[in-house]
Structures are given as C-alpha cells and as structure tokens.
C-alpha cells in the first residue's frame, strides 16, 4: 500500500490512543532525558510524540511510573523521581499529565493518563527521574540524555583512578602520580602510553579532582617497567600480551570533562595485533588546587589581569560543589542558566582549584541568589583559566531571573578525610558523639572531642568532612548519646574553625589536650542536615526607607518595657519628652534550601503581654550605629516576635504565619518584611552627635539557627548625621562587594572625615 509522506505520524497517533478489542498493545513512545548534564540516568523526563519532544506533569507520577521510565530507557530501575522541574523547565508541549502505572508495563505509552496533550500543568511541574546506572541486559536505550557521561561514544568508561607505583607516590593524599587505570564494564584496564598527550593527562587530572597536570619523566618508570617483565616471578609480562589487559588509545583534546569524551580504542585496529607493543602503562602526574597542597594552602592562578573575574560557590552541600558567583564591577553576582554546559562549568570549577565538572546545574538547583545577575549565555572552550575568558552576554539583555541561577558540582580530590571522624551513639547516621582519629604517643587512636567552646563552625566542619551536607545544632553535651566503648578519652580540646576547612584535623586547637569538663557526657555531638536555610537581608531597602522620627514617649512604653530604646531613656521624665529614632524596613530573605525555623518549639516561646505577641528568638537582628574606627554609639535589638511568610515569589505558596498563634518560619525563596512604623525598627539616636557612621544590621547574630552560610548575615551602609537630617548610601551585605571595593569605600570615608 502506498502510504503518503508525514502519515506515519498520523498512523502513531492512531495505535497509541485506539484501544482495540483486540487488546492490542499500544505502540511505545520515544523517551530521553533533558535538563542538567550529569550522570547517565537521571534528568527531565521528555517524550517524543507526533514529531514534537514534550515532557510529562509531576501531578500523579510516582515511583511507578518513574519504574517504567526508566526500563524504557534501558536502564535496569529507577532509585527515585523528581518533582517541579528540578532539573529545568522543559520547553514544547506537556504531553502527559496525571501519569498513573502499575510498574509492569512495557512503555510509559501503555500506564493511564489524561489523554496526549490534556494538562493543567505549567512547564514548572515537570517531572524527572533518576535511574540505576546499570543497563538492561542487551538492552540499548531507545534515547539518551544529550551530553550525559558515559554515553557519548559508547564506550562506558566509568571510573579512573591513579595507581601509585614511587614510594614518595603512595605515601602522598591525595595520589598525584602514578600509571592511568580506567574502569570498563565492571573491569579495571592499564592504559598503553603509545601516543599518550598531555591533554590526555589534562582530562584525567581534572576527572581526578586537579585543576592541571604537569610534565612527569617516564624514563625512570619504563626501567622499572622493564625491570619487572625480566622478573621472572612478576605476571606483568604475561598479563601485558592480552588485549584485555589494555586499553589500546585514547585522543583528547584538553577540554573535556570526563575521559569518555574522548575517542578511546579499547582493542588494536587488527584482531591479531598487540594491544601495546613496545609500551607500557601511561604515566599522569597532577598538581593540586591550593586548598589540597601542603604548606601556606595559597597559590595563584596565572591568568591575564585583565579578564579574571573571581568565581566563588554559594549554597552547595558538599565541598566543591553550589551557587556560581562571579565578582564583577566590583559586586558579587550570579550567572544565568541559558547554555551553560559542562565546558563552562569545569572552567569555574578548575578556576577554583578543583577538577572538572561532574554536572551543570540549572534552574536554581543550589538556591536562589540576590542581587545583580552578571553573565548569561555563557560559551566557553574548555581551555580557558577563568569564566572572565568565555564568550557572554550581559544577563539584562536576556530578561534573566534568580530562579535560573546556575550551579556546578565538581570532580574534588581524593583526601580520606571520611575516615578521619565518626559520629557515635546517635539514632540515626546524621547524629551523635563527634569522635577522631588523631595520633596520640606516636599510635593513631580515636577519642572524643571536648565540648567546651564546640559551636556550629566546627560542627560544620565535621558534617562536612563526613559528606553528610550542612550542621543543624552543635552540642556541648551529649547526655543522651552513649559514645563507641574504647573511645571515651578526650583527645582533642579548644578547637576553633573559620568553619571553610574541609577536615576537623585543620583547624585550630589546644596542643596538650585541656577539658575541665572531663568529656563523657560534656563531649562534643552533632546533628547534620542535607539543607540549611541562609538568611541575607535586602541592602537596598535599607538604604531607600531610612529616615528620622521624633517620637514622643507617651507612645514608648512597650519599646522600652522590651528595651528597645538606649539606657539614658531610664532618666526621662515619662511621658514627657521625645526620643530620635532612625527607622528603616528590612527585609529577610531565605536563599537557602530548607525553612528557617525557631530553634525553640512554640512550647517555649515567650508571651510579651504589652505588644500581645509571641517572642520566637530571643535576639533576631542586632541594629548598631558605629563610628568610622568601629566604636558602637548605639545600638538596637529585634526580638523576632514575628517570623512569617510576608511575601513569596510567583509560584510558591506562603506557609508561615504569626495570625491565630500560628508555626513561625520563613520558607525558602520567601522573605519576612518587617515595616518601618512597626515598634522596634529602629537605633536609638537621641544621644548621638552629627557624624559620620557606619549603620550595620547583623542577622541571627547568636547563631540560634544553623545555616549555610554566614558569611553574609552582616549589611552595613555609609550613614551621614547632621543634626537634623539623616542620609544612608552604600548599603551592601558583607560579602556583596570584593574586599577592593570595600576597603576603598571605608578609605575614602575615613580620609573625609581627617581619620587616619
């Protein structure tokens, strides 16, 4: 029968959605998987369907549908599914909603739905799955995920690793030198160094977790190599003959981020032809970021001065892994997810000191930033040493949002840190007793970690060196936590962290261990999260609402009864009078990845009979006025009476509420706005002479509440006094603007003002 050309979508569309009594079986659709690039099965889940790729809502998908997904994908299960878009908005039509499969059918094509094409769903609630990595037997997948790791050339080079083979070598971690070994179908293989590049070298250092490789000597190595194949107790010369001892070539070019980028030859062009004749095992040797080498831990990228833009991470989990930031017009920025890919990611990752980049995150997988949005459009080569170097266009012109900020994670060096630190005695992984593994009299041994000083710097530090993400509480006493039999002594006292280091064993501690308390039960615990919140305040809105108020006292009793006001407003003559008052609004986002919440349970929250409220903190935000030198002329405080949901951005739905005695909180992405009529919003400045000053706002100034990042609780503004009149400028947080910027701005108001 002649069929005319186009009809064979027609016809599809016909054996898909006809049920026949015959029970005949629905044709199955076409999948694949989109979104961020990152390990082989786990992406958005996309569906071809009459020559169009769709995607599929997260209204009514679960683990049984994410089953048959991922079979259909060649893959041999699924580990679990992902809801709204959290590998990135799809684009096109959303063909499937409501997907509801009983896990043994053959196709996504064969589970119940609404009909193709009949959704209420917006391209926000696309679904995703995340596969097993193991592969049907003899089963290819009908689709891939474009740019996932391990499936570009059909070689499934899944691991590398270094085999140190010099003494000095093996004593090193991480192992920097030694012969290329890759991982292929389960089984480890040497790698024949005939025709072996640097940019081969370049690719592993990076998969390995270094920035760069280095020129290494092999002559001394291939007498070694001789040496052993004249051994006659050595198996090396007759393993050496088989080709499956061998992977025969590999060409790279230096820009890719993972090994099996490159084309690879597993066995010799002729089937007769030995794997390697007259080679032995590729020689690699790599140099390590700052953070890994030993001595100062500094070091400096040679680029040109011209295009660096320093790039930090924010918001991640683990080390080497969050939220690219870029320093740019002095103020620290994000970058838009619009064709970022694998080569930007692993330039911002080397840039760091890291490897290569195991995945690009998209759609704000590492929270959301505030401020300006720097670069979007990002192209880079690969071989660039700072993102300044890549192609890009300014984020303005491209209607760029926070809510596609762009994110990495990267390949990070081997350390065994992991083995360094233990938690013991808590119910479940994530908590208990803080124990290490520290030489004591010339024997490593493990012990506790006394509790005195312990606070949540150091217990980040220790979540984070056993991957188990962010600190939520820090304890200096453990009661209720039996530690491991064996490992009662204290063995490490007064330690101290900047809360950055990558192991406990790096920061500061006492060297004679000193614990009056004795450790035991004053020993120090742990109790880790996978997700904080972060807390920043909106700088802008500082700045755009500050202003001075004459306020008389008879409307002052609740403030000063919540000491609210400065102490020489005990002497006044109530209720006569005014106090000066600078007033501001602030607002408090969350750009975190989980609520913040009162570390108390409503059960001990404080009743304030005067304001009729509910105090949740006992101190919120510290408010302080301070000379140019840095000497506090006032001060103010902000019990957080109030922590709720006052706005949330398109899309999510406030949670939080005060009304009616309600859960107190501020959900991530939302902000809590606290005006500036309401009781408290203010620095009492009635005895405050004309000046200039620095305005600063500290938020969660105790650490009540874990969160990810600190280091941008603090804003300050340049503030001008006159008198009469007030004027605020400058106004950035802590970590907004590069230490340049900074110090040129206190410099500049210094000198204005004849200090020196």
Not at 601 to 629: K, M, P
Not at 682 to 688: A, H, M
Request: glycine share 10%.
């Amino acid at each position: 029968m002649v069929m005319p050309a186009g009809s064979s979508h027609v016809l599809l569309v016909l054996v898909l959605c006809w049920v026949a009594p015959s029970r005949q079986e629905p044709a199955p659709v076409q999948l694949r998987l989109g979104g961020p690039r990152g390990p082989a099965g786990e992406g958005r889940l996309e569906v071809l369907y009459q020559g169009r790729w769709g995607t599929v809502c997260d209204d009514g998908f679960d683990f049984h549908a994410a089953t048959v997904a991922c079979r259909q994908l060649g893959y041999t299960a699924a580990i679990t599914w992902t809801h709204s878009a959290t590998y990135g908005q799809g684009e096109g039509p959303i063909w499937l909603d409501n997907v509801r499969c009983g896990g043994s059918e053959g196709s996504l094509a064969e589970c119940a739905h609404n009909g193709w094409g009949i959704s209420d769903c917006h391209h926000g609630e696309d679904a995703g799955v995340v596969c097993s990595g193991q592969r049907l037997p003899g089963n290819s997948p009908q689709a891939t995920a474009t740019g996932h790791l391990g499936e570009v050339l059909g070689q499934a080079l899944e691991e590398v690793r270094l085999k140190p083979i010099l003494a000095r070598a093996k004593l090193s971690m991480p192992v920097m030198e030694g012969a290329v070994e890759v991982k292929h179908n389960g089984r480890w293989r040497q790698v024949c160094d005939a025709n072996w590049t640097r940019n081969n070298s370049r690719v592993v250092c990076g998969m390995l977790g270094f920035p760069r490789e280095k020129h290494v000597n092999t002559s001394f190595y291939r007498k070694l190599w001789n040496k052993k194949l004249k051994d006659p107790n050595s198996s090396l010369k007759t393993l050496s003959q088989k080709n499956s001892f061998w992977v025969h070539r590999v060409r790279c070019q230096g820009s890719e981020p993972h090994l099996d980028r490159c084309p690879v030859q597993m066995a010799p062009p002729a089937p007769r032809q030995h794997a390697c004749p007259h080679g032995m095992h590729a020689i690699v040797s790599c140099l390590p970021g700052p953070a890994f080498q030993k001595g100062t831990g500094k070091g400096k990228n040679k680029t040109a001065p011209g295009k660096v833009l320093p790039v930090r991470l924010r918001a991640g989990t683990h080390a080497g892994e969050g939220r690219v930031e870029v320093l740019r017009h002095g103020q620290w920025g994000t970058v838009c997810d619009k064709q970022w890919d694998l080569s930007a990611a692993s330039v911002v990752c080397r840039q760091l000191g890291y490897g290569t980049a195991k995945q690009a995150l998209v759609g704000a997988r590492m929270g959301q930033g505030l401020g300006p949005i720097h670069m979007s459009n990002v192209q880079c080569t690969g071989h660039e040493h700072s993102l300044g170097e890549c192609r890009f266009q300014d984020a303005e012109q491209n209607g760029c949002r926070h809510e596609a900020d762009a994110a990495v994670r990267c390949h990070m060096p081997f350390m065994d840190f992991k083995s360094q630190v233990r938690l013991a005695g808590g119910r479940n992984p994530e908590e208990g007793v803080v124990e290490v593994l520290v030489p004591v009299q010339g024997q490593l041994q493990w012990g506790a970690v006394c509790g005195a000083q312990w606070g949540l710097n150091e217990a980040m530090v220790v979540c984070r060196q056993l991957g188990l993400g962010f600190a939520s509480h820090a304890l200096q006493e453990t009661w209720y936590w039996a530690g491991s039999p064996g490992a009662s002594q204290v063995v490490m006292s007064g330690v101290h962290c900047a809360g950055t280091e990558l192991a406990l064993q790096q920061c500061q501690r006492h060297g004679p261990v000193h614990c009056p308390s004795g450790g035991g039960r004053f020993s120090a615990g742990v109790t880790c999260t996978a997700h904080a919140p972060d807390l920043v305040m909106n700088a802008q809105l500082v700045q755009e609402t500050a202003y001075l108020e004459d306020r008389p006292l008879g409307l002052l009793y609740c403030a000063h009864e919540e000491r609210c006001l400065s102490r020489s407003a005990d002497n006044m003559q109530w209720p006569y009078g005014h106090r000066r008052l600078l007033r501001f609004s602030s607002q408090i986002h969350n750009l975190g990845r989980a609520d913040f919440r009162p570390r108390m349970g409503r059960h001990a929250w404080t009743w304030h009979q005067c304001h009729r409220h509910f105090h949740s903190i006992e101190v919120f935000t510290h408010y302080d006025l301070l000379t140019l030198n840095g000497s506090k002329v006032a001060e103010g405080h902000k019990a957080s009476f109030c922590l709720e949901d006052t706005n949330c951005p398109e899309g999510l739905q406030r949670r939080f509420a005060c009304a009616n005695f309600g859960e107190q909180g501020v959900s991530v992405g939302c902000w809590d706005t606290y005006r500036h009529d309401i009781d408290c919003q203010w620095i009492d400045i009635t005895d405050v002479p004309p000046g200039s000053y620095t305005f600063q706002v500290v938020v969660n100034p105790k650490h009540e509440v874990a969160e990810s990042d600190f280091s941008n609780n603090v804003m300050r503004c340049q503030c001008k006094y006159d008198g009469q009149r007030v004027w605020m400028h400058g106004c950035h947080t802590s970590d907004a603007y590069g230490a340049d910027v900074v110090s040129d701005m206190e410099r500049r108001e210094r000198l204005a003002n004849n200090l020196v």
